[in-house]
């Protein structure tokens, strides 16, 4: 499968995400640029998820129906075309970092989907349910992984 490019201007792969992006900052989602989109992409998806938190995996942001044409994200914008949907705090949008005070630093995957066709999904997916909705009609993806800890 092609491979998206995933970057951002904040952080690099596997460092840590500054204070202004985690919730008990700014809660500014972090800017994102990316390339190699497969021309046949019909949409592209955002998510940001929390695979160590302490009650399953915490969806941060969810993002469907991005323009394939985009090559990135400004901080705290939402991509061009996309719709944000409800994450794990309950809010729609960016919900940044929060892990436990005191956990290990956590990981924060952004994961970038092209797909063939249009995502569907509820107001307030589960990072699983987003899996399960992109696996089928994933043409190419990216990710970048950021950490932090309180």
Request: net charge negative; proline share 9%; glycine share 12%.
């Amino acid at each position: 499968m092609a491979g998206i490019e995933l970057s951002s201007s904040a952080f690099n792969d596997h460092t840590f995400v500054a204070r202004r992006y985690a919730y008990e900052g700014d809660n500014v989602s972090p800017p994102l640029t990316w390339s190699g989109v497969p021309d046949e992409a019909a949409e592209l998806v955002l998510l940001c998820e929390d695979p160590d938190a302490p009650s399953g995996t915490f969806a941060h942001w969810i993002v469907v129906g991005i323009d394939p044409r985009g090559d990135g994200v400004a901080a705290g914008q939402c991509p061009t075309g996309g719709t944000e949907l409800v994450n794990g705090y309950g809010e729609r949008g960016w919900g940044g970092p929060q892990p436990p005070p005191g956990d290990e630093a956590h990981r924060y995957f952004f994961r970038l989907y092209a797909l063939r066709e249009p995502c569907v999904l509820p107001d307030a997916p589960t990072a699983d349910q987003v899996h399960q909705a992109v696996d089928e009609q994933q043409l190419a993806s990216g990710t970048l992984v950021g950490l932090y800890q309180r």
